[in-house]
Structures are given as C-alpha cells and as structure tokens.
C-alpha cells in the first residue's frame, strides 16, 4: 500500500506498531492516529471517499454502537471500496452449551455484541456494503481451545497439527467456526 492509515484507542499498541514499523524502514507509509472509534473526533482525519480498503478485524464486537462507525467507514472508502472485516459467532454448538450452562458464552468479556451469521451480514447491508463472497468462518470452536494454545508452547509441530485439525473441522462444519470473516465492497 501507498499509505496505511491506523487508529488504534491504545496509545501503547500504537507505541509497539511504530516501532515495528520503524524497524522494518515502513514508517514513512503509515499513519499512526490514537483515537476512540466511537467518537466523532476520530474521523475528521480520514477523509471522504478516500481510501481503498478498510480492514476492520476483531474489533466491531467491542463497540457500543457498530452502525456508527460501519457507516464512517462507508464515508471513508471510495466508491466500491473493499471492507475485510470480522465478527464472533454465538451461535455455535460450545457457546449454547455454555448458556444452557448458565455461563458467560461470550468469547471476551469486553464484547459488547457477538453475532449469529444472519445478524452480521444485516449489520453489513444496512451499513451500506455487499458480501463479495460469502463469509469465511474462523477456526472451529472448541472447548479444547486452551489446552491447543497450552500444547503449542510446549510443541510448534503438535500445535501445527492441531490447528490444521482446526482448520479443517471448521471447513467441514463452518457453522462452527468462532467468528466469520466478510470481505465486503462498499454499495453506492
């Protein structure tokens, strides 16, 4: 890319990507904005109808209020602007154990929203953008998932054949998946 503009609400994480981006000689390309997403002030520096792509990852679960910025991004991309984005799903077989449970199903304390596939692609149309495809779902969801993460710091090879076991029971049953991933262009 020409130019990578990246707003992050975390003053430290924007610390450590400036100093990656230092380090590997890209720093003259990228933008680094601290800023709330949800406030107004975070996108009088992006500009209308000026950006390409937008990728939007792991982050619309967070918000209060996605519509706001979903349609900030729409203002912010050209005419047929790509928007790769993420969003968790709560609709698979271990979450629903967990609330018949009685427990917390949600994937992070901190979301504010997870989605069932149907509620994420209304949230996308109604903020003005089309799946190219349809959505690619997320490693499967397991209640091993922590002890595969454990295992990866003891072995690299045994972590890899557990993910590619991942990987693929998530093509077999994507409904499974823990999140969706939509490659979206922007409706004008």
Wanted: charged share 25%.
């Amino acid at each position: 890319a020409a130019l990578v503009l990246a707003i992050d609400g975390d003053v430290g994480q924007l610390a450590i990507a400036g100093w990656r981006l230092e380090q590997a000689s890209l720093d003259d390309r990228v933008i680094l904005l601290a800023a709330d997403l949800e406030k107004p002030s975070a996108w009088r520096f992006v500009g209308t109808g000026m950006w390409d792509a937008v990728v939007f990852l792991d982050t619309v679960e967070h918000l209060k209020n996605p519509q706001i910025v979903l349609h900030e991004i729409h203002r912010a991309l050209r005419p047929h602007g790509l928007l790769l984005i993420s969003a968790p799903n709560q609709e698979t077989q271990w979450r629903h154990r967990l609330r018949e449970a009685g427990l917390d199903a949600r994937h992070d304390p901190d979301h504010k929203r997870e989605y069932t596939q149907q509620q994420f692609l209304w949230t996308l149309f109604w903020a003005g953008f089309d799946p190219i495809v349809p959505p690619d779902p997320i490693t499967y969801d397991t209640p091993l998932a922590g002890l595969i993460d454990a295992i990866g710091g003891l072995s690299l090879t045994c972590y890899a054949r557990l993910a590619n076991w991942r990987r693929a029971a998530t093509l077999r049953h994507p409904e499974e998946g823990v999140g969706f991933l939509v490659l979206c262009r922007r409706r004008d």
